[in-house]
Every structure is written in structure tokens, then in C-alpha cells.
């Protein structure tokens, strides 16, 4: 298993602002992932962050408005950019390990834009 | 397109005995996950299925059968506390999880 924690764990903020989400994991990982939640829905891949490489985003998330890094195999950082209250959401980050590629997930960002 | 279907909810008795399904068409497989999800926390893994069969441990127990593409999911006994979001997630040929949209499951003493 891998312990992940993320920061910060909820913020409040302004239309127009952005804000970076912290990712750090216990142990080295190859795959690690970004996901949205909305309220009362299911999780929604947003991108694989890749060490060393640009991540690969899903249909519907571009670079410009989630910028991604991943600067080594045990931390990644999410920047939610320009933000609208569209994106108010749980933005939880996740790994696979193990051969099952079984994903743990971290805690959780709570954001909320007014 | 890949797809998984699972009930979006669904309401038990405290004590009772509840299975939630979930089917799947996706290209390739490579095991299947039920994870639970209560409110306002991040997921946690229930049961992992790559072969056809049923997978018990505790009071949850977890089918699966490739052929038909379909996977259960059975709680037993069943506390309050077992009330969350329940999501049936597929590894495909990339080894990419596809999830679904998870089943609420109410609980009701």
C-alpha cells in the first residue's frame, strides 16, 4: 500500500485566482493520477502525471487551465488556473501499485470558488 | 466506448443482506475493483477480482464473471455504517481504471 497526503486539504477562493494542490506519496511510484470529484458524482480523470515528461490529459482537461508537475517519483502538484465556481470540486490525487495496479488515494482537496 | 453500469442507488435494512452490480464492456480487462466511498472522504479499497468467482472476506464478498462482464458486489449483516457511495472500477488493456459512476448505498435501521 502507499500512504499519500495532499495540501491544502480545502480552500476558499476568489473568481480569476488560482490555486496549486500538493501531492506527496510515502513511497516511489511510477503512475500517479489526478482526479475531479463533483458533488454526488463519481471520480473524473483529469490527468496522468508523468515523471520527467509532460502529463497526459484526458479529454475535456487542457494544460493551460491544470498545469501538472512531477518533478520526481514521490510528490506532483495540480494548479487549478483562473478559477470560476465551475470549478468548485474534490480534487483528489491517486497511485497504482503493486501488479494489480490497485490506486490509493490521498485525502482530498475540498475547493470552493466564489 | 468503454463503459461500466452500476445502480445509481440503492436502500437496505440494518442487518440485511444487500448485492450491488455492476457490468462492464471494455477494452480488455485486467481485474476488477469495488472500492467504498463514504461522504466527504476519499476512496478505499474493498475487493479485487481478476478471475471468475467469488472472492469473500468478511462480511463482503465479490463476484466475477468475464464472459458475461458483470461483477457483484455482496454485504452481509449490514451496519449503519456501511452506508457510503460504492464504485465498481475495470483495469483494461492499458492498465487504465475505468470507474463508474458509483451506487449510493442508504442504509435504514
Known amino acids: 500500500s502507499a500512504v499519500i497526503s495532499q495540501k491544502p486539504s480545502r480552500d476558499i477562493c476568489q473568481r480569476g485566482t488560482s490555486l496549486t494542490i500538493q ?11 489526478w482526479y475531479r470529484q463533483q458533488p454526488g458524482q ?12 509532460e502529463a497526459t490529459y484526458e479529454s475535456g482537461f487542457v494544460i493551460d487551465k491544470f498545469p501538472i ?3 520526481n517519483l514521490t510528490f506532483s502538484t495540480l494548479t487549478v ?12 490525487c491517486s497511485v497504482a501499485a503493486g501488479d494489480r495496479h490497485e490506486q490509493f488515494f490521498g485525502p482530498g482537496t475540498r475547493l470552493t470558488v466564489l | 466506448g468503454q463503459n461500466i453500469d452500476q445502480p445509481t ?6 442487518g440485511a443482506i444487500v448485492q450491488i452490480n455492476c457490468t462492464y464492456q471494455t477494452s480488455g480487462f485486467n481485474g476488477l475493483f469495488w472500492y467504498q466511498q463514504h461522504a466527504g472522504e476519499a476512496p478505499t479499497f474493498l475487493s479485487y477480482n481478476v478471475l471468475d468467482g467469488l472472492e469473500e472476506k468478511g462480511r463482503f464478498s465479490s463476484f466475477l464473471s468475464r464472459s458475461k ?13 456501511d452506508s457510503a457511495s460504492y464504485l465498481c472500477a475495470v483495469t483494461d488493456s ?3 481504471l475505468i470507474w463508474g459512476a458509483g451506487t449510493k448505498l442508504i442504509i435504514k435501521p
Open chain 1, 23 to 33: 501531492c506527496q506519496v510515502d513511497s516511489q511510484v511510477t503512475m500517479m493520477f
Open chain 1, 42 to 53: 463519481s471520480l473524473t480523470l483529469i490527468a496522468t502525471a508523468n515523471q520527467g515528461s
Open chain 1, 69 to 71: 508537475s512531477r518533478p
Open chain 1, 81 to 92: 488556473s483562473n478559477m470560476s465556481p465551475e470549478d468548485s470540486s474534490i480534487y483528489l
Open chain 2, 9 to 14: 442507488e440503492m436502500t437496505a435494512t440494518e
Open chain 2, 69 to 81: 462482464g458483470y461483477s457483484y458486489l455482496l454485504l452481509k449483516e449490514l451496519q449503519m455504517k
Open chain 2, 94 to 96: 492499458n492498465y487504465q
